[in-house]
DNA sequence: ATTAGCACTCTAATTCATCGAGTGCTAACA
DNA sequence: TGTTAGCACTCGATGAATTAGAGTGCTAAT
């Protein structure tokens, strides 16, 4: 139960073990193993220290006379010294043609696609979230008689509009006042801080034509609040079904109608275990998942923030025998480029 | 190769023969048919007609001894008979839960959700494209020093922005001057009466602070133009693998690519045989679809308007055994309350 | 402590026989 | 002349039996 059960020669086939299974997908036997590693030991003696490392759980066998694949507990040992080593070069991910100018879910989008291709499972992005800052600026304007148009920026330049539908409409004037005065009172603050009680304030100070005014600034409330429900980008769901382990209609159909829903991929960013590591790289493996349809996969997150604790997520599901060295290697390169990117057009 | 090549009695006999394999997806023998339909003949007479059947390319046997499955040609001959029936009572979609206060992009890919859910197959849904009327509002602000919002409104109350980045400030002044050329000049005339030239134009006019109202300028022409690019929504994509015959990896993986791209699907509203037959519902079968890793399925899509031109196309993709009847009830259900939400939403 | 060697196990692949649904054809029948 | 009964034949699907081979555990020798 300490963490030193294992010598020297024991990790040592362990990881070869693993390392050759994420390759092959097949149990391997202690021959192998003889061949693959230099300890220069024969094939009986791996078996024998197969055989405790199956006892200690790090490795079963599917059947009797088959060779042992590793275990959940066997690839949560693996992953974490992959946490541990010193950071591996991260190799600059290559070509990240995306032009600024795009609209911020077009990017995710594209990043979510990229990351696809270039390891092979199946990805999604979250987009950022949290304090969308404060609102900047308010403007309603006449569009016609019975229709007015709200935009509210907030920091960020992130732009909100929501068209108020009225039935008298309101004359020039009161207009311009009722933007004084939203500019006025609201500017400044966070969303969260206008909160219903605001609101009311607002009603009774513009209190003029009652009526009118408190449906536009149900509106403005509405637009102020609304599109803060997550969005989920996903790419390359047609993945799990280059993995034999997973491409079985039952399985597969599961997995892919998960990606599909989208709803519960939510669990994946939410859950969240307090253990923020260095890295900011989360590892689900197996059982460890939040979603249970996910539970003969493994799943690798990481966060990458915007600074002012705007956040989003990124993660990669793929077949429990991924591999975790190249996918966290992505994440790690990806982490820091897309911060890079969204603050440039954050600020176009 | 005239129309009326097949007598009655074949005729009967190859729709039993169709309606058969839409149930079971096997192969359908002689014996089956003497007892499904109630023609009262022996199966030895049913496997004459076959024979005959066969011979003119309507059903085809897999293998020799083993029953015998519609052709292309057997299904085309079948869905055109669809077709060509009086309309079939309309079966009204159930409890059709849309609030319109949600946005049409909510509201196409509900839509998508629930016809694949009514109908067991994947389903697209592209967003209302055409002429989206006239321009109805344009508005610049100053947000902050170097950023420039412009609102322009369209009609049917369709709102886009851009946030325009400028080099030096434009004082409120020019700004209402600029506000008001825009609005006098701009409104009234469709998107595609706005080209280069108008732009130039205006450029002239208001040409004092050349390079500053030039880039304002250019950044509320992508405004108008920009994201006129064709919004596909799918679902029920996962139902592919439902069909036996569709459900091996090699294909399964092709038709869930093809749905995860998108891009492809356009072809699908695009080509568009000239041939608008009465109910504006295309069925394409096997080799017909103009989408390649589409020939082992059918494609029936319809296009709803909301007047004036602009049209969106809804398609449904499965097997082809697919329940064609249920098929294009729904199709027919859903184009007319589709027309009915959209339609009030527009208003809202 | 390591290893060679051997008996044993279990899966995957292969072969083979059998079954049965379905056909085509012929001859009898109304 | 159209319909049907009957029969021989075809061919995939099913399942049992066999085999091949990878891998193990154990024992005895080094």
Known sequence: MNGNELDERKTTILKAIIRNYLETGEPVGSRTISKYTDLNLSSATIRNEMSDLEEMGY?????????????????????????????????????????????????????AKLLAVNTNYATMVTAPQGNHGKVKFIQLSNVDEHHILSVV????????????????????????????????????????????????????????????????LDGVAEAISEGEDLQIYTSGVTNFLKYPELSDSERASELLHTFE?????????????????????????????????????????????????????????????????????????????LDDILKKAKET
Request: proline share 3%; net charge negative; charged share 25%.
């Open 153 to 216: 920026v907030l920091d960020g330049n992130l732009v909100k509009n929501k068209m108020i539908t009225v039935e008298e409409p309101i004359d020039n004037e009161d207009m311009l006042k009722l933007n004084m005065l939203l500019n006025t009172s609201l500017t400044g603050l966070s969303i969260p801080e206008i909160n219903l009680g605001t609101i009311a304030i607002l009603k009774e100070k513009a209190g003029i034509h009652s009526q009118v005014v408190s449906d536009v």
């Open 261 to 337: 829903e989208k709803q519960e991929l939510v669990n994946l960013i939410t859950d969240k275990l307090g253990d923020e590591n260095s890295t900011g790289i989360q590892v689900y493996i197996g059982d460890e998942s939040p979603i249970q349809t996910m539970k003969d996969c493994s799943v690798v997150t990481a966060t990458y923030e915007l600074g002012e604790g705007v956040k989003g997520t990124i993660g990669i599901i793929g077949p429990k025998r991924m591999d975790y060295e190249n996918v966290m290697d992505n994440l790690k390169s990806l982490k820091s480029q």
């Open 59 to 111: 490795i079963l066998q599917p059947h009797t006379s088959a060779g042992r694949i590793p275990s959940d507990k066997g690839y949560r040992f693996y992953v974490d010294q992959l946490m541990a080593e010193r950071d591996h070069e991260v190799s600059q991910m290559k070509e990240f043609v995306i032009e600024q100018t795009e609209k911020v879910d077009r990017v995710l989008q594209q990043v």
